[in-house]
């Protein structure tokens, strides 16, 4: 809500408030003597001049806000809000096929490859996180039921393998026979800034990702590939 019409609001409900020629009183005062004994509009300015009786004012004031911050509100969220809109170009078997737009309303969120996946669905297939310092040339087993029995059929496996500088380099899906999910093997490189490069299924190379960033480390564009074809490209 703009300032304008903010004094528009206010002076609406003013008037409201008071009533023309001041013939009614509202429920929420008791007594004639509570009630607003002054109502004058200059003559030089469009602003209301009004004198209220202190009793009512807490009253009038508590309302007043009451109606006027959820409008607030809703303003300062939507000044957060950003629209970012992304080329989506789709191929098969690696010729173009179609091109589309997509608009999404982010606040303050940072562009990464979790951008991507909560809004695009793709790359699905993530670790919780890319680094952990505290996990430098380790390799971390996670069974999904640590005390169950080892094997797939009714329990899961997550293996994540981290370099000197404790960044995720390989992770790994045993598979699920149970609930009919695939397993998976992803070779993960960086750039020379330390931002995630590529991401390379290896057990059959059906998946493969690229990424690009700009100065400020955002994705700029993504591109992905089946069975080594590109097969979607998005830019923002």
Not at 83 to 108: C, H, L, M, P, W
Not at 183 to 196: A, E, H, L, W
Request: with cysteine.
């Amino acid at each position: 809500m703009t300032g304008w019409m903010l004094m528009i609001f206010v002076d609406q409900f003013i008037l409201k408030l008071v009533g023309k020629g001041i013939k009614t009183r509202p429920k929420i005062f008791n007594q004639e003597s509570d009630w607003i004994i002054l109502l004058r509009r200059q003559q030089t300015s469009k602003s209301l001049t009004i004198t209220i009786n202190p009793q009512v004012m807490q009253h009038t004031m508590r309302y007043l806000l009451m109606a006027i911050i959820p409008f607030l509100a809703v303003h300062a969220v939507a000044q957060t809000e950003t629209v970012k809109i992304f080329k989506k170009t789709e191929y098969s078997n690696g010729n173009f096929y179609r091109q589309s737009y997509d608009t999404i309303k982010v606040a303050q969120e940072p562009v990464d490859i979790y951008f991507f996946k909560k809004h695009f669905n793709f790359p699905y297939d993530l670790p919780g996180k890319f680094t952990d310092e505290a996990l430098k040339n380790r390799t971390v087993s996670v069974w999904r039921n640590p005390n169950g029995k080892k094997e797939d059929k009714g329990n899961w496996e997550n293996t994540y393998t981290y370099d000197r500088l404790g960044r995720v380099t390989n992770y790994t899906y045993s598979g699920c026979f149970l609930c009919s999910n695939l397993p998976y093997n992803y070779s993960v490189t960086y750039n020379k800034d330390g931002q995630i490069e590529a991401l390379n299924e290896t057990i059959n190379n059906l998946q493969s990702f690229r990424f690009y960033y700009d100065a400020q480390g955002a994705i700029v564009k993504l591109e992905k590939y089946i069975s080594g074809k590109l097969q979607t490209e998005l830019v923002n």
